[in-house]
């Protein structure tokens, strides 16, 4: 077998072993009626605070995953406002696949505690994150001003294959040389179905779009 037909397999073993897990996770998100979310951007764009000002509104009803290389900073910021939250650590992957986040929904032992959401904060990274299926109802991308008005279109693998776009930090336009208008328009010729809420944890703005939207969501999939 040559080496680039050993490569192939080797990766859809890989694939296959995750979707599979992925499967098992979909079980219990919907024995539970909970509504999985997976959040993926670059670092920074403002996916925990987000999440902070989200448990807020959620309280209860939200639990978190938090993926990073290393630290259990998000999950602790969560963790101490209340929040039910299980930090995975890669040490070293650049994405989350489906059976690290089945470990830690054994760890969040989610059977049977009510929760309606689970967010699942992907490792940041606009590429890795968003070739792997972790269970999720909602396929989540975030980008925020800072980052720059022209990265839809240098990252389409994850902005044509998500379900909501989050533009965050909308706070942040007047002094942002960013054009979401544009970004908005470049992300819908790439993904046409996609929806898109502007959202700034910092003003609030959006915030009360989302939480609706997340319900809307959850009544969609389980009545
Ligand atoms: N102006 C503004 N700053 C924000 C907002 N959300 C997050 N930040 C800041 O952006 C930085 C990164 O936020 P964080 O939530 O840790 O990003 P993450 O790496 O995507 O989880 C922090 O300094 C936050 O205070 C927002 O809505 N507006
Ligand atoms: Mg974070």
């Known amino acids: 077998m040559s080496t680039e037909n050993r490569r192939i397999d080797i990766r859809a073993g890989v694939m296959a072993r995750n979707d599979a897990s992925a499967s098992r996770i979909r079980a219990v998100l919907e024995r539970n009626r909970i509504l999985g979310i997976n959040i993926i951007s670059s670092p920074g764009a403002g996916k925990t605070t987000l999440l902070e000002s ?11 995953i938090e993926g990073d290389v290393r630290t ?5 910021r ?3 406002l209340g929040i039910r939250a299980w930090q995975i650590e890669t040490g070293g ?20 505690m009510g929760n309606r959401f689970l967010v699942v904060e992907n490792v940041g990274n606009l590429i890795c994150p968003s ?31 998500i379900d909501l776009l989050l533009m965050s930090k909308i706070d942040l336009g007047a002094c942002m040389d960013f054009d979401v208008e544009r970004a908005e ?6 993904n046409p179905g996609v929806r898109i809420i502007r959202v700034s944890a910092r003003s609030g ?19």
């Open 72 to 76: 259990r900073r998000d999950a602790d």
């Open 131 to 161: 070739s792997y299926y972790l269970g999720e109802h909602l396929k989540t991308g975030m980008l925020s001003l800072p980052e720059g008005d022209d990265k839809i279109l240098k990252y389409p693998a994850l902005f044509s294959s």
């Open 185 to 190: 328009a470049e992300c819908r010729s790439i």
């Open 93 to 112: 992957a650049c994405h989350l696949d489906a059976p690290s986040v089945e470990a830690a929904i054994e760890g969040l032992e989610l059977d049977g």
């Open 54 to 64: 989200l448990g807020g509104r959620l309280g209860p009803e939200l639990a978190v």
């Open 205 to 223: 703005e959006g915030m009360g779009e989302l939480e609706s939207f997340f319900r809307a969501k959850h009544a969609e999939v389980y009545g």
């Open 78 to 80: 969560l963790i101490s």
